[in-house]
């Protein structure tokens, strides 16, 4: 059974850091790529980050370039989320997501991933 555990969210004023962690267990995570996805209340979920399984190849929403880095460590099953610059419009629940094909490009669409943690809270104040 793949496990997605999320943590690191919080409490952060405007022009903030905060880094997401995401521990997966269950699958050989070296070979998947991940995906970063958020949800702010009353919104869809909308695509944040992806990289690829090797760390080679990354992807990120316009609304985050330049202030977001995604990254991982497959030494530690672990990718993370680096947010810098936060803003108010930052704020959701953000939730990590493997996707179901080993070495696949990393993709931008949620349905396409097929296990999600169960979400951390980042909330920005202005």
């Known amino acids: 059974q793949v496990q997605l555990v999320e943590s690191g969210g919080g409490l952060v004023q405007a022009g903030g850091s905060l880094r997401l962690s995401c521990a997966a267990s269950?699958?050989?995570?070296?070979?998947?790529?991940m995906g970063w996805f958020r949800q702010a209340p009353g919104k869809e979920r909308d695509f944040v980050a992806a990289?690829?399984?090797?760390?080679?190849?990354?992807r990120y929403a316009d609304s985050v370039k330049g202030r977001f880095t995604v990254s991982r460590d497959n030494a530690k099953n672990t990718v993370y989320l680096q947010m810098n610059s936060l803003k108010p419009e930052d704020t959701a629940v953000y939730y990590c997501a493997s996707d179901p094909t080993p070495r696949f490009r990393p993709q931008s669409g949620w349905m396409r991933y097929d296990y999600w943690g169960q979400g951390t809270q980042v909330t920005v104040s202005s």
């Open positions: 269950g699958r050989t995570f070296s070979t998947y790529a």
């Open positions: 990289i690829s399984w090797s760390a080679g190849n990354t």
